[in-house]
């Protein structure tokens, strides 16, 4: 069984993992939920955020392995993934040279299929992977795939943003204190998609889809000081107003697009600004958007709106097809 060889520049490689003081860490909310929402996106029992060390890969969190806490270096998927720019897939390991004989593979864990992330933080340094893995061999769609690179996104971004609060000073600690405060606000986000995710998953019909769609939208990342709108069938819909403009949920909003001309006049008459998903791409269903104060939008907000977006594709189509029925909801 050949081990991955190492990356050209493993000494800074480590220098940076080791910098960052994650190895040998407790369990902590925001890392769980990114690994629990891993497996529930791509119908995988396994999700694991794991880190490269010199001799191990070690997992800052791990969703289906318990007692598992670290595995040789030789033997790590990870290590491979690490190497790659891009997820590296592995669709069945018993017919990969680099893993048939890996005894992951061939013993009682009997991985088949694998998918990793590699975590690189902003100076192009891999520390590790965000990973799934079945015992089954399978494949994952577009869609799977393209919600994994965003959780691995957020990923870097929390690690990057835990590493900034534990070296800055005492003159920075207020300003850390509220990042600190922001990082356990995303993995409560992150809670609410895997709760989303259940909930639309059992849903009966398109319209209750998109309700949970909505709700789900406003809770994760309009919070207090925004709110939702979703179109479907040519209709807007306000799901929460904030502030001095008078609409209440179920009034229509002439436009909200920035290409219509209403939304302009919405914007400048609350002073907010949107950021726009389309649930489905070839034949949008619906599409949801959120308004918060000028620069409040951050680019979480817009990953966590697609997460939503894309999911919601997925559960509609398998609610319609429960129903036996495509008819495009109506949100009478």
Not at 40 to 67: E, H, M, Y
């Amino acid at each position: 069984m050949p081990a991955a060889p190492k990356p050209e520049n493993e000494a800074e490689r480590l220098d940076a993992l080791w910098s960052y003081d994650l190895l040998d860490t407790k369990q902590e909310p925001a890392f769980d939920a990114i690994s629990a929402l891993a497996a529930d996106i791509c119908d995988i029992p396994i999700a694991l955020v794991s880190l490269v060390d010199a001799n191990r890969q070690w997992f800052k969190a791990s969703c289906g392995l318990p007692g598992v806490s670290s595995t040789p270096r030789d033997l790590a998927f990870c290590a491979h993934a690490i190497l790659q720019s891009d997820i590296l897939v592995v669709p069945d390991a018993t017919k990969d040279a680099r893993f048939a004989d890996n005894p992951l593979v061939t013993g009682e864990l009997g991985i088949r299929f694998y998918a990793g992330v590699p975590l690189i933080t902003a100076d192009g340094m891999p520390l590790g992977t965000l990973c799934v893995i079945d015992q089954r061999p399978k494949t994952l769609d577009k869609q799977q795939l393209r919600r994994l690179r965003l959780l691995g996104d957020t990923l870097v971004g929390l690690i990057e943003a835990r590493v900034r609060r534990s070296r800055s000073d005492a003159r920075q600690l207020g300003l850390l204190d509220a990042a600190l405060a922001q990082a356990q606000h995303r993995a409560t986000q992150l809670h609410g998609l895997v709760d989303f995710a259940k909930l639309a998953a059992a849903a009966s019909s398109g319209d209750e889809v998109l309700s949970f769609a909505l709700e789900t939208a406003l809770r994760v990342c309009a919070a207090d000081d925004g709110f939702v709108v979703i179109r479907t069938d040519g209709v807007w819909r306000v799901c929460r107003v904030h502030g001095a403009l008078a609409i209440t949920r179920g009034e229509e909003v002439t436009s909200v697009s920035r290409s219509d001309p209403a939304l302009h006049d919405l914007e400048i008459k609350t002073g907010m600004s949107a950021t726009i998903a389309t649930v489905g791409d070839d034949e949008p269903i619906a599409s949801l958007v959120i308004f918060k104060p000028p620069g409040a939008i951050t680019s979480t907000d817009s990953a966590l709106l697609e997460l939503i977006a894309l999911q919601s594709r997925w559960a509609w189509e398998a609610a319609v097809n429960k129903a036996d029925s495509r008819v495009c909801p109506t949100w009478a």
